[in-house]
């Protein structure tokens, strides 16, 4: 099993930008699907954003569409998330995960049930 971890999470002014990073333990290039979720306490957590297993296609939620950007790097083990013009409703503790089934339409796979392994979280606070 995947052992993952967050960093890059901070607090911001809304409008801001951050970039989250995910360090991976074993090399994840074309055997998971790679994904972003959040969430706000007392709510449930929710999809962010999901790359595929070999990199070439990513889904985003409707919330952050436009803003953010998922991204993975094979060669260092690494899941990225970029996100621009964040606005106070971002703020979240946000998770990084891992999923093994690789052939449902990536919308279907970015929700909680089909993730095998979750990093700790790092928090994210947008001021406005």
């Known amino acids: 099993q995947v052992q993952l971890v967050e960093s890059g999470g901070d607090s911001v002014q809304a409008g801001g930008s951050l970039r989250l990073s995910c360090a991976a333990s074993?090399?994840?290039?074309?055997?998971?699907?790679m994904a972003w979720f959040r969430q706000v306490s007392g709510n449930e957590r929710e999809g962010v954003a999901i790359?595929?297993?070999?990199?070439?296609?990513?889904y985003y939620a409707d919330s952050v569409k436009g803003r953010f950007t998922i991204s993975r790097d094979r060669a260092k083990n690494m899941l990225y998330l970029q996100m621009n013009i964040l606005k106070a409703e971002d703020t979240a503790m946000y998770y990084c995960?891992?999923?093994?089934?690789?052939?449902?339409?990536?919308?279907?796979?970015?929700?909680?049930?089909?993730?095998?392994?979750w990093g700790q979280g790092t928090q994210v606070t947008v001021s406005s």
């Open positions: 790359i595929s297993a070999d990199g070439d296609s990513t």
């Open positions: 995960a891992a999923a093994t089934n690789l052939w449902r339409p990536l919308a279907t796979v970015l929700n909680p049930t089909y993730v095998t392994s």
């Open positions: 074993v090399d994840t290039y074309r055997r998971y699907r």
